[in-house]
């Protein structure tokens, strides 16, 4: 029912700064929570930060909390993902997704539209 296409990502050096954008189709933007999540090639995939529905309540995982930012603009159906003081250790796809559903927003367990993602490349 939602399609959601990342961009912004590419190849930066540390320290350097780099905000993503996820697009989403439909009308029904607002009434999702959304997160961003992040793939390293052999490594499991990690969630990285959400933002609420209602209240716009964000959350990060602690290897981001203080260099990453959440946000969303509901007018133009786009959830962004602002990252600062990138680190090497950053690099990985990163994938958007929305939760239609009331419930934890930390895990991809809540999560039922996913991106392709987008690759970002942090060199030392």
């Known amino acids: 029912q939602v399609q959601l296409v990342e961009s912004g990502g590419g190849l930066v050096q540390a320290g350097d700064s780099l905000r993503l954008s996820c697009a989403a189709s439909g009308r029904t933007f607002s009434s999702y929570a959304m997160g961003w999540f992040r793939q390293a090639p052999g490594k499991e995939r990690e969630f990285v930060a959400a933002?609420?529905?209602?209240?716009?309540?964000?959350y990060y995982a602690d290897s981001v909390k203080g260099r990453f930012t959440i946000s969303r603009d509901n007018a133009k159906n786009t959830v962004y993902l602002q990252m600062n003081s990138l680190k090497p250790e950053d690099t990985a796809v990163y994938y958007c997704?929305?939760?239609?559903?009331?419930?934890?927003?930390?895990?991809?367990?809540?999560?039922?539209?996913w991106g392709q993602g987008t690759q970002v490349t942090v060199s030392s």
């Open positions: 997704a929305a939760a239609p559903r009331r419930g934890p927003v930390t895990g991809d367990g809540g999560y039922t539209y």
């Open positions: 933002i609420t529905r209602n209240t716009g309540s964000t």
